[in-house]
């Protein structure tokens, strides 16, 4: 069974920081590349950031550009997303996917991604 949970999210003020972390189980970790996406009520998931299965290639939101980075630990079995300058618009859960394809965890809505975690709330008051 495969298991995506994250955890990190929370309440901060505008200018703050959080990491967000996603622990997968069931799958060998290191074969898939992985993805963060986020969801704000009303509206339609997003793509913020990826990264490749190795670790060697990343991608970004153009909004997010140089305020978040995405890392992951194949030891751990865990992908991270590092949000600083946190802007009330960052608002949303968000949500880790992976997938074996990298189009998949980089395409602007998460089409075909293979496994979701069920995200973290993030809210950013300004």
């Known amino acids: 069974q495969v298991q995506l949970v994250e955890s990190g999210g929370g309440l901060v003020q505008a200018g703050a920081s959080l990491r967000l972390s996603c622990v997968v189980s069931g799958r060998t970790f290191s074969n898939y590349h992985m993805g963060w996406f986020r969801q704000t009520p009303g509206k339609e998931r997003e793509f913020v950031a990826a990264i490749s299965a190795d670790g060697g290639n990343t991608r970004y939101a153009d909004s997010v550009k140089g305020r978040f980075t995405i890392s992951r630990d194949n030891d751990k079995n865990t992908v991270y997303l590092q949000m600083d300058s946190l802007k009330p618009e960052a608002t949303a859960v968000y949500s880790c996917?992976?997938?074996?394809?990298?189009?998949?965890?980089?395409?602007?809505?998460?089409?075909?991604?293979?496994?979701w975690g069920k995200g973290t709330l993030v809210t950013v008051s300004s």
């Open positions: 996917g992976m997938a074996r394809q990298f189009l998949h965890v980089t395409n602007w809505r998460g089409l075909g991604i293979d496994y």
